[in-house]
């Protein structure tokens, strides 16, 4: 019997190649590179942003002489601003899959991508693919027992020092202050609150590259 199906989202559920094409072409332009054809990029989409910036900056180089690691965090930075606002631009359902999910609906359904928690999962209601209406992203809590971060409250232990000895006080979205609870620095350094929370303590060095602005 089938209890849980898992569906892989760029390439499987959604036709999502032409927003990504056209913010990493956005991208070169803005950093005075030339644009790739659609064909290329896709060879490089499927193992996240930081491999994809990575190999598009690659093919770029074999007839322009760029410093890659020199640019590759506002690379990044650019591709992620743009696309976080045109990723619905061009994305559309793949034919038969609204069906499908229809179909399977009083099954458990997933979805695994590579795409960030804070940029995607809050849009996919667009596709009004749960029959329930409900929020993608409580369904999501729900069924993992994740929580969403509110505030960043305070920190503990030495910015300086090892960053597995930094604990930083949380609150819960929809949760009392009694529930506040202090958290390392491994378990939220993804989290953009996390991030603002640092940025206005001049702490951006405790931001990973790959996020920094």
Known sequence: MIKLLIYDLDGTLIDSLKDISNSINWMLKELGLPELSERLIRLHVGSGVVHLIQNVLNEVSHDHQIDQNGIFDQALHLY????????????????????????????????????????????????????????????????TGLYDVEQILDFRGNPRGPKSQ???????????ASEDTWEPWTNIYRNLKFHEFLRERNLNYLIPKAFRV
């Open 80 to 143: 992620r601003t743009r696309y976080s606002g045109h990723l619905l631009d061009e994305t559309r359902l793949y034919p038969g899959v609204k069906t499908v999910l229809e179909f399977f609906k009083r099954k458990k359904q997933a979805i695994v991508t590579n795409k960030t928690e804070d940029v995607f999962i809050g849009r996919l209601r667009q596709y009004q693919y749960d029959p329930s209406r409900q929020s993608p992203r409580t369904t999501a809590l729900q069924e």
């Open 166 to 176: 930094l604990f930083f006080k949380i609150r819960w979205e929809g949760y009392e």
